[in-house]
């Protein structure tokens, strides 16, 4: 049977991101402990990209780039969509130093900048499709999604953020019905 005759029937199989994606235990900026299917994708519209607080390289780029995004997205930020900056240096990228970092990109409510265990984070990189080891080795792309209707697209980080907005709008406004 098809998906959109599942869907139809009203028993939809399970999300394929809830498959893949590593539901590790989690912390962010707020020391928060949180899991990051159940609590940060599960039912959303995600914008995930990889970071860590003391890269010299695209790292601070693309969070200046991805804090433009946010603005362009306030009605979606913190409820339809979560914005999730998952750190690949989890020994250094603590809680308190990930909320420096937040802070001085401005991140709003419903951007979660996250850290865990380096087993964990190992874990959900290789989940996410990232390199498991050399934290130079992280990716310069954002994934964007849509787990209810499990469509999702990668970006360059350094786009423009009108277009990263748009992708955004465009997978929110997804549904079931747009199948």
């Known amino acids: 049977m098809t998906r959109r005759a599942l869907l139809a029937r009203g028993s939809a199989p399970a999300s394929l991101a809830a498959r893949y994606l590593a539901n590790i235990r ?3 900026q707020f020391d928060r402990r949180l899991r990051f299917y159940d609590d940060l994708v599960k039912g959303r519209t995600v914008l995930i990209n990889f970071m860590f607080t ?3 390289g695209i ?3 693309a969070t200046a780039n991805l804090a433009k995004v946010q603005d362009l997205v306030p009605d979606l930020l913190g409820n339809k969509l979560h914005m999730l900056s998952v750190s690949v240096d989890p020994v250094n990228d603590t809680p308190r130093q990930l909320a420096r ?10 951007w979660y900048f996250l850290t865990g265990t380096p087993r964990d984070m190992k874990d959900l990189r290789v989940s996410l499709g990232a390199p498991e080891d050399d ?4 990716t310069g792309l954002v ?3 849509n787990d209810p209707v499990g469509r999702w697209r990668h970006f360059y980080s350094l786009s423009s953020p009108t277009s990263i907005a748009e992708a955004v709008r465009n997978i929110a406004a997804l549904s079931i ?3």
Do not use: E, F, N, S
Not at 101 to 110: F, K, N, V
Not at 135 to 138: A, E, L, R, S, V
């Open 101 to 110: 970092y937040a802070a001085a990109h401005h991140a709003r409510p419903g």
């Open 59 to 61: 790292c601070p780029r």
């Open 177 to 179: 019905a747009t199948l």
């Open 143 to 145: 994934t964007i999604g």
């Open 26 to 28: 989690v912390r962010d």
């Open 54 to 56: 003391t890269c010299d």
């Open 135 to 138: 934290k130079m080795q992280h």
